[in-house]
Structure formats: C-alpha cells, structure tokens
C-alpha cells in the first residue's frame, strides 16, 4: 500500500519555509510604555504600526517566537465577508446592524488591500475569487439566499455557478453548484506577517519574544502594570491581541474565547495540468459543511493546500495528515495518488455568537474571535484598537455595544468540542449521502 506521506514530511507549516519565526534579539524590558501590547499576530502588529506611526511609544509582548501563532499557520484566504451569515445576523440584530457588519467586512478586507499596497508588503497577494460549493441542493439554495443578501446589505457582488456548469470551477462531482464572489483574494500569511513586522520594528515599536505576559494589574493611578518573567513594565494602555492562543491569566477574555483546533495539510508537487484540473480558475475554495473542507492552490501555483477535520485537538500530525489526505481524495479523487508534504495545526479563535468582538474589559483593550475571517478582520480591527487608544473617533465599529457571550459550563476548556464536530460531521454525511441518493434516482 502507497503511503500518503512523503519520505521529507514535515509537520511545521508549509509557510515557514519562506518565512522562517524570526529570531528577535532579548533587550532588557524599559520601566515604561505608553502601549503595551499583547500578542505579536496581525492584531498586534496592525494596532502598533498605526500607534508607533502616530508617535507612541509600544512594547510587544509575544509568550513563542514573533508570529508563533495562527498569523503564520492559517490558510491565507482573504475574504470579505464574515463567518456568520447575514441571514443569521439579521435574525438576531436586526436588517440595519447586520447591514453595518456586512459593509465592515468589505471595508476591513478593502483596508488590507490598501495596507499591503502602501507598504509594499511582498506577499504574493492575488485577486482570485472565492467558490463556495453546496453540498447539498439545499445548501445551493441556501447559499442563493445568502449571496442575495449580500448584494443588498452589503454591496458585494457575486454570481451562482449551477451543479451543470461548476466543473468549470473545480474538478470534483460531489457538489451541486456553488456561488462565486470576486472580492476574494489569497495571500502567503507568513511574508503577510513577515512584512508586517518588519514595518513595526522600523516605526520604533519593540518586539519581546518568547516573554510571556502573567498578569496585568490596574494601578491606582490609572496605569497598568505588566507582569513577565524577565520583570514588569508600567503602560499607560494595554492591548489585548491573543484571540484562538489567549492564556489563563486573562480568565475574562479566555472564558470568552473558544480555540479551535484547525489542521491544514500541502500536498507534495503536483503537475501543473492535474493541478489546474482540480483547481481550474485557481480560486480558494471553502464549501458549504459545518466542518468545512477548504483548498487553495500555493502561491507558485505547484502544490494544493487543503484544510479539513477542525475543531479536535491533534497530537499525531502523521496520523492527522493521512485523516486528511482521505478527505483530499474524496474531494479530488484524480489526485488521490498525491501525496502530503506537510500537515500542521494551529488555534483559530472562535466566539459563542461566530462574531468578532471589540471593547475593554478593567480598561484594558480587545479585539478577537475573528471565526475562520482573521487575515482581514484582525488587520482591521488592530488599526480600529490603536484609534481608540488615541481617542480618535474614527476607532468606532459596528461591532460596537455588543455583549461578549460566554456560557456558564465553559471555563476556557473546550471540552464539548469532540461533541460538536462528531455531530457536525454525522449531519455533514447525512445531508451529502441524502443528496446523492436523491440525484441518482433523478437519473
């Protein structure tokens, strides 16, 4: 039997290998800052470029490497629209606040776009749309629904690509249609971040690596007082930016946030024509399941990357990439004879109403839980924390005034996620074995 996995299979992210964790010197911590941040992801680094810009001084404070985290494991998909459905938000804040969110998404991907052309980030940015296949007639409809939706609230344009018609978009059967939304891109995370940093430490921010935050403590006089391994430092503001990696020493905000476990594998290179038989028009991909598979061609367009099984903590990434690489064929099934070259994980940081969330909490700022939407929202909503820490108004969001929900049986362990994605996934096969039946008696 052909083993899935290659002789030089690596279990570090496919992205590192362009961009390797920097190696940022250890500096002694200064006695104070103006911001402290916590977190060195795209949140972090997009709320201390905008605030060292402005001439503030910031201090970075990252528990790994720079980046450590989801910034540079995710799968570079750059959407503009958000995870939950405007169907969804509209039914629970009403026609105008879901309005509102919708055009923020489009405004946060826009300003990500704008960010990585004015700064000159080397990225390999793409415009390349974005397919969603149902896999299910009903969720074709559903998605129908959906796109109209979108068009109406929140200006993006969009088109449905009917069962008869899609393998112009990809080489799989085992879908019935799809909607297609232009105003989708794909970047490599990694140089994102890589880029993205570099700009940071040349505004005059500085970077602490591998220097744990253990506590932050309001003082008397309004300052806060940052605790660390290597001694404190007093900060007029802190940010909070640690979203899907948040530490139990910030219980309030880590009993809010759900990390999910997401594993994403690449396949080893594939032939340019096989590859663009699978993936004609070379657009990311993310279907319709609640435990979605999503693929993407790399960025020199020779490998897929293909993402599935979220959700479930991995300890095995060997036995996780050949779980996936059998998800891959079902999807591919010309390519089941390729093989993975490296499968990793990383947290995605998801909320109890799939919203992200903005605010302060004992005067601290946030913003996570971007839900699957984290290359553009976190960008986003950074620059909108630095705003706000300069008491600029322009630092106001339509995710405003929202409660942060948690619930009474979650203290930041997700123990019922095993759960959740085992009854996602019986409902996921349910619905595609219904559907297929249905289409071959049709026949």
């Given amino acids: ?38 977190g060195s992801g795209y949140t972090g680094l997009s709320a201390a470029l ?33 995870r939950s459905t405007l169907t969804s938000i509209i039914e629970h804040f009403g026609t105008e606040r879901a309005s509102a969110m919708g055009k923020e998404a489009v405004a946060a991907h826009r300003y990500l776009v704008s960010l990585i052309q004015r700064e000159q980030i080397s990225c390999h940015f793409v415009y390349c749309g974005r397919l969603m296949p149902a896999h299910s007639p009903a969720a074709y409809e559903a998605l129908a629904r959906e796109l109209d939706l979108l068009k109406k609230h929140a200006g993006l344009d969009g088109t449905m690509v009917p069962r008869a018609e899609l393998h112009r978009e990809v080489g799989s059967d085992i879908y019935f249609g799809g909607s297609l939304l232009p105003l989708n891109g794909s970047l490599h995370p990694a140089l994102y971040h890589a880029g993205l940093l570099d700009r940071v430490r040349s505004s005059g ?32 503001d802190v940010i909070l930016a640690t979203n899907g990696y948040t530490a139990r020493s910030m219980p309030w905000v880590r009993n809010r946030m759900i990390p999910v476990h997401a594993g994403v594998m690449v396949s080893e290179p594939i032939a340019p024509e096989r590859l663009r038989k699978a993936l004609p028009t070379l657009r990311t991909m993310i279907d319709t399941k609640r435990n979605p598979y999503s693929s993407r061609p790399s960025p020199d367009g020779t490998r897929i990357q293909f993402a599935a099984a979220r959700g479930l903590l991995v300890r095995d990434h060997r036995a996780k990439a050949r779980e996936m690489h059998a998800a891959f064929s079902h999807v591919f099934p010309d390519l089941a004879d390729v093989r993975v070259a490296y499968c990793w994980t990383g947290q995605m940081g998801y909320t109890f109403d799939s919203l992200p969330h903005i605010g302060m909490i004992d005067g601290m700022h946030y913003a996570m839980g971007y ?12 620059h909108k924390l630095a705003l706000r820490v300069m008491g600029d108004p322009e630092g106001a969001t339509a995710f405003d005034g929202r409660e942060f929900p948690s ?37």
């Fill in 1 to 38: 039997m052909m083993d899935v996995l290659t002789p030089d299979f690596k279990d570090t992210p496919y992205w590192w290998e362009a961009a390797p964790r920097p190696s940022i010197p250890e500096t002694p911590l200064p006695k104070s800052t103006d911001v402290a941040i916590v």
């Fill in 50 to 82: 905008t605030l060292a810009r402005a001439g503030r001084s910031v201090l970075l404070f990252e528990a790994e490497d720079a980046g450590h985290g989801a910034s540079t494991r995710n799968s570079g998909f750059i959407g503009s629209a958000l």
């Fill in 205 to 236: 921010a500085a970077i602490h690596a591998r220097t744990p935050v253990t506590s932050v403590t309001r003082e008397s006089d309004g300052r806060f007082t940052v605790a660390t391994p290597r001694g404190t430092v007093s900060a007029r």
């Fill in 371 to 382: 839900c699957g939407t984290g290359v553009p929202m976190s960008t986003w909503l950074g």
């Fill in 407 to 443: 619930r009474v049986y979650y203290r930041g362990w997700p123990w019922f996620l095993p759960i959740i994605v085992n009854w996602y996934r019986f409902q996921d096969n349910r619905e595609m074995a219904s559907a297929r039946r249905r289409a071959r008696a049709s026949h």
